[in-house]
T-cell receptor, first 114, second 116 residues
Framework: DAGVIQSPRHEVTEMGQEVTLRCKPI?????LFWYRQTMMRGLELLIY????????DSGMPEDRFSAKMPNASFSTLKIQPSEPRDSAVYFC????????????FGSGTQLSVL | AQTVTQSQPEMSVQEAETVTLSCTYD???????LFWYKQPPSRQMILVIR??????QNATENRFSVNFQKAAKSFSLKISDSQLGDAAMYFC?????????????FGTGTRLTVIP
């Protein structure tokens, strides 16, 4: 199994540009999570999906952030327009969906907004 | 609200020695799961150990073990015979055992340094 695959691994962009982060969960996993990690705030849940449906997006900072999961094997997190304070590591994670199961994390995308 | 607290931002241990990382949590739930994740410099989040709250027996995984005190809402991680490869950030995490409530809440992490 290839694990959770995220792309790109690094992204450098200028303020105001659109950024799209991508995630492919582990096949068969029903739940997908997007986390953001910063030094100041640690790991924060942005949004999670169950069976491709957004369940809780209360962690999405503002309207500039949006996430989609068009099918069971792909999700995107988009920031438009990006700002320097969005600089962080963004993690995608998936789980079979059963309660108590561990989350399998991708390698993260290091986003730098200049 | 569920919160997870790691009061030790940094810890260090001599190679081959034992170290304990602390974690406390706050919840009104009775059924939940607790985890320790390791994040080495590679950035990958790796599960170290998992504990079901309904189990009294402390979980162990080779050199890693936990001291789970449900009444005190404490969940510490003990690393025995520390190795250089154990150097990483360690995150304590909590997840309620409830269908649909899938979020994993993380503590702020403890950076572990292993001294040769």
């Amino acid at each position: 199994d290839a694990g959770v695959i995220q792309s790109p691994r690094h992204e450098v962009t200028e303020m105001g540009q659109e950024v799209t982060l991508r995630c492919k969960p582990i096949s068969g996993h029903n739940s997908l999570f997007w986390y953001r990690q910063t030094m100041m705030r640690g790991l924060e849940l942005l949004i999670y999906f169950n069976n491709n449906v957004p369940i809780d997006d209360s962690g999405m900072p503002e309207d500039r952030f949006s996430a989609k999961m068009p099918n069971a094997s792909f999700s995107t997190l988009k920031i438009q327009p990006s700002e320097p304070r969005d600089s962080a590591v963004y993690f995608c994670a998936s789980t079979p969906g059963l309660t108590g199961e561990k989350l399998f994390f991708g390698s993260g995308t290091q986003l730098s907004v200049l | 609200a569920q919160t997870v607290t790691q009061s030790q931002p940094e810890m260090s241990v001599q190679e081959a020695e034992t170290v304990t990382l602390s974690c406390t949590y706050d919840t009104s739930e009775s059924d939940y799961y607790l985890f320790w994740y390791k994040q080495p410099p590679s950035r990958q989040m790796i599960l170290v150990i998992r504990q079901e709250a309904y189990k009294q027996q402390n979980a162990t995984e080779n050199r890693f073990s936990v001291n789970f005190q449900k009444a005190a809402k404490s969940f510490s991680l003990k690393i025995s015979d520390s190795q250089l490869g154990d150097a990483a950030m360690y995150f304590c995490a909590y997840r309620v055992d409830q269908t649909g409530a899938n979020n994993l809440f993380f503590g702020t992490g403890t950076r572990l340094t292993v001294i040769p």
